[in-house]
């Protein structure tokens, strides 16, 4: 038996994994759903629903939009991701198990050669899905780095909020009620990030300034590509400045941006939005598990 876990809300697709509520199970038998349940998240953060899922002995993740320490976290537990899905849960998971699945009009299909979502293709596929900052709490970098300190390797609770060097607030867990769970060290965070809370004391605060190599990097000119509309179902209907997910040829979906499109190609940039930026963070340690 397959289970299939859909983050989930009012029946839709929730489309950010680290803040979603609950889970919906199906149990999946010969290429058919069995059964479905509500799985409830308990309000943890990113870093520990990996955790629950594999606890629940799930097999396959649908949701819509999860950053890159998400996705390392999940892939550490051996689930297969399929990001960028959108409308009805239940709509989702039989366009799974028939080998496509429509977001915004791209398909993700699971089974197929060239285009894929999922870990058995090949390729890349287009997931529409519409583009956050990534740093909602900076998860998504995926770097990982040898720390030392007190809190690494332990589970952590921490307010933040993230501000450009022109005092632009991009980012706070204090304006949304609740703050950001993750492992300290294990390439969950923008490694300045992690770096900063290493050593913090509960209830401790403190103030860094974060260059673009310890945040998201330089502009990397080797990951914006050209491809041709036809190469990639569903790219006819993208429109420039629109950020969407593709996979790479191991099933692991990553986000890229439109930057240029005409009558034949699709111009994507896989920098990270925030690549080449300073940022700055308050930070303040709030538990320790």
């Not at 240029?260 to 300073?278: C, F, P, S, W, Y």
Request: glycine share 16%; proline share 3%.
């Amino acid at each position: 038996m397959k289970k299939i876990a859909v983050t989930y809300e009012n029946g839709q697709v929730f489309q950010h994994f680290g803040r979603t509520e609950a889970f919906k199970i199906y149990e999946v038998l010969d290429g058919k759903i069995t059964g479905s349940t509500i799985l409830e998240s308990g309000g943890a953060g990113h870093g520990a629903l990996a955790g629950l899922l594999a606890e629940n002995d799930i097999n396959v993740l649908i949701c819509g939009g999860l950053g890159g320490g998400a996705m390392a976290a999940l892939e550490e537990q051996g689930i297969e991701i399929c990001a960028g899905a959108r409308g009805d849960t239940d709509a989702a998971v039989e366009a799974y198990l028939n080998g496509e699945l429509e977001n915004a009009g791209a398909t993700c299909d699971h089974h197929g050669e060239g285009h894929t979502c999922g870990d058995h293709g090949e390729g890349h596929s287009c997931g529409g899905h519409e583009g956050e900052s990534g740093c909602g709490g900076c998860q998504g970098c995926g770097a990982r780095s040898m720390l030392e300190g007190r809190n690494v390797g332990k589970t952590v609770k921490t307010h933040y909020r993230g501000t450009f060097n022109d005092g632009t607030q991009f980012d706070s867990s204090y304006d949304r009620g609740e703050p950001l769970e993750f492992v300290c060290g294990a390439g969950m965070m923008i490694p300045g990030f992690d770096a900063a809370v290493a050593d913090l004391e509960v209830g401790q605060e403190i103030d860094v300034h974060l260059m673009p190599e310890e945040a998201y990097g330089m502009p990397d000119p080797q990951v914006i590509f050209t491809m041709e509309i036809a190469q990639l179902p569903g790219s006819e209907e993208l429109e420039v400045g629109q950020q969407v997910y593709l996979t790479n040829p191991y099933g692991q979906p990553f986000p890229v941006k439109v930057t240029a499109k005409d009558d034949t190609n699709i111009t994507l940039d896989a920098n990270h939005e925030m690549a080449g930026r300073e940022l700055n963070f308050h930070i303040e340690l709030v538990e320790v598990l």
